[in-house]
Every structure is written in structure tokens, then in C-alpha cells.
């Protein structure tokens, strides 16, 4: 028995309905991602692909929406944007509890510590920074109505919605009272910034959610659109300022390569997306302190999951400990990013 896999009745749905695929499978969970669950799948003949499903048991409602990832990674297909090839979608929830979709298995790896840069030399380092902020302008230069994603959501007021959302957000999940998530949110609702333009917005991007060719830095796939809806681009950079490191690795984020060093600092990444945008970047650090806020009470959200046994398996002392606090950390650096704003 695998949580998360049906195998007999998921086995029966991918026969009938991927192309080329033949029973038995093999499943074995991959990833450390502390949301939606991901397996490798293996056939008879040793092809491999990958199978996504949300959380076990109770999750907020359209927090872990399978047919709107599945339907990004789609109309990503033919773009300058990589990312994996949708294979197919089984929304049927009596076939493995809750919908499901299966992609292709992209080679490369997913570099998102200090360890696993350890090994990747400078020049190699200094391609993976350019080339995931490369990837990052592809992304927001996409015109929404062409990729047929026009849709996907409301096109203005991106910040004030999220804003909104993550606050219900903090609201249905919190496992305790912290002022301090309250008093960032209200000063963020205070100095939102125009948006400029309408884009896809990740919602999640950054080295952790993407496969990297290490012998080239080249981004092979984006991962994990799990988040993702139209709204201001700018977001998704001052994501990438949570997690990222200056030059020599000190700060960031401890899920993120750039703490090995050699990736240049987030000052350096501004100043590439700057040069391939005409988007004014004067208040990209508000951005920044809105990412951290959000990632608080997504932390919080993944604590309480952890909590109540929702992710299908236990986690270490020192794992919760460090999930307990990290909303209280988030939080404490966007109020401190928002004090020293302009």
C-alpha cells in the first residue's frame, strides 16, 4: 500500500487512458514539496513518468486545484517557458479519492540547498542564476489570451486580492494567534503599488521548483503551478528576494542553492530582469515584503496539515519545531523589510 495511490483503480485509469503505457506500476513518492504529493511511476516496460494528487485528507477548497495545474502546464507546452508534458487528467475523485494528473519525467535535477549546489562549479552557478531569471521574463512576456489562459483569472488588482485571500487564508488554518502575521498584513494593505500590466503569475517560483541541467545551469522544467493565476508579474521577483542569498551565502532562504554562494545577490538578479523588462522595479522590495508575509501563512497552513496528518506520513522533531516557527520568522522579515521601505 502506497498513501496516495489507489493502485488498483489508478492502474485500471492510466491503461485506458495513457497512451502507451503498460501495467503493473511501480510508485515511489518524490520531491520534499510540503503541499500537493508527487510520484514517480514506472511500467512495465521501465517507462517513468509522474503522477501529482493534492494532500491527504481535508484540505481549503481550491487550495490544491489539480485541473488548474494541469491546464498552466498545457498551454505552457509550446512556449518559451519549459516545463513538463501534460499526459493526462483523471478528475474522477472515485478513482483515487481526489483528481489526479500525470506528466512526464523531466531528466535533470532539482537544486534547492546549499548541498546540492556544493558540487556545481562557478561559471555553471553563474548560468543557473541568469538563466532562471530568463526563464522568469519568458514567463511574464507571455501574452495570457494567446496561450489561452485569458481566463485564469482577474487581470487588476492582483495584490489587493492576494491580500485578501491569504488573510482567509491565515484565518482557516491557523493553529495559533500571531499578531505580528496581522499588523504586515495591514500595512501591506496600506501601500500597495500600481500593477503594471497583466501576467501569468507562478506564485511559487524559484530554484526549489524547477529541474536544472548542472552541467549546463540550463532550467529544463518549471514546476509546481500549483499557485498560479493572472495578476501583477512583479510578484513572482520579489518571491525569488525571500529565498535568495547574497553572493558570499549569507541570508536567504535555507531551501535555496544561492546560499552556497557564487549566485550573485538578489540586487544582481533585479538588475538582469531590469534589462531583458520595461517594468519599473523601484518597488520591487514591498514586493519582497509581501512574498515573506505570504509565505507565512502558507508555512502555517503546511504545520497544520503536518499537524493533523494530512501529508500521509510523519515528520522529525527538529522538521516541526522548524515549521512551527517559521511564520513567526517570515513575518518578523517582511515587518522589517516594510519599516525600511522609501
Not at 502506497?2 to 483503480?9: F, S
Not at 512556449?79 to 499526459?87: C, E, G, K, N, Y
Not at 511559487?204 to 498560479?228: K, P, S, Y
Request: one cysteine or more.
Amino acid at each position: 500500500m502506497i498513501d496516495g495511490i489507489d493502485e488498483g483503480r489508478v492502474e485500471s485509469w492510466l491503461v485506458a487512458n495513457v497512451a502507451g503505457v503498460e501495467a503493473p506500476f511501480s510508485y515511489q513518492r518524490i520531491g520534499g514539496g510540503r503541499s500537493n504529493l508527487t510520484f514517480s511511476v514506472t511500467d512495465a516496460g521501465g517507462r517513468r513518468f509522474v503522477l501529482r494528487r493534492p494532500p491527504l485528507g481535508h484540505v481549503l477548497a481550491t487550495a490544491h486545484d489539480m485541473t488548474r495545474e494541469h491546464r498552466a502546464i498545457t498551454a505552457m507546452g509550446p512556449t518559451a517557458v519549459p516545463v513538463p508534458a501534460t499526459l493526462g487528467l483523471c478528475t474522477d475523485g472515485s478513482v483515487n479519492d481526489a483528481p489526479f494528473y500525470v506528466m512526464t519525467l523531466v531528466a535533470g535535477d532539482v537544486v534547492d540547498s546549499a548541498d546540492k549546489a556544493a558540487p556545481i562549479g562557478p561559471a555553471v552557478r553563474a548560468a543557473m542564476a541568469e538563466n532562471l531569471i530568463e526563464v522568469l521574463v519568458s514567463l511574464h512576456d507571455l501574452d495570457v489570451d494567446d496561450i489561452g489562459l485569458g481566463d485564469l483569472g482577474r487581470r487588476e488588482g492582483y495584490i489587493d486580492r492576494q491580500l485578501s485571500r491569504w488573510s482567509k487564508q491565515w484565518d482557516g488554518s491557523k493553529t495559533r494567534e500571531l499578531p505580528v502575521v496581522d499588523d504586515v498584513a495591514a500595512r501591506l494593505a496600506r501601500r500597495v503599488p500600481a500593477q503594471q500590466g497583466v501576467g501569468v503569475v507562478h506564485g511559487d517560483f524559484r530554484f526549489g521548483n524547477c529541474i536544472t541541467d548542472t552541467a549546463t545551469g540550463r532550467i529544463e522544467a518549471v514546476l509546481d503551478w500549483e499557485l498560479c493565476t493572472l495578476g501583477d508579474p512583479l510578484a513572482d521577483l520579489g518571491y525569488l528576494g525571500v529565498f535568495w542569498a547574497d553572493d558570499d551565502g549569507t541570508g536567504g532562504g535555507v531551501n535555496d542553492p544561492s546560499t552556497a554562494g557564487g549566485f550573485g545577490d538578489f540586487g544582481a538578479a533585479v538588475e538582469r530582469y531590469a534589462a531583458h523588462s520595461k517594468r519599473d522595479l523601484s518597488d520591487v522590495n514591498y514586493y519582497v515584503a509581501f512574498q515573506l508575509w505570504r509565505s507565512a501563512v502558507i508555512m502555517e497552513g503546511v504545520y497544520a496539515r503536518y499537524l493533523h496528518g494530512a501529508m500521509g506520513e510523519p515528520t522529525t522533531g527538529d522538521d516541526m519545531l522548524y515549521l512551527e516557527q517559521a511564520p513567526v520568522a517570515l513575518s518578523e522579515r517582511a515587518h522589517d523589510a516594510l519599516t525600511h521601505l522609501p
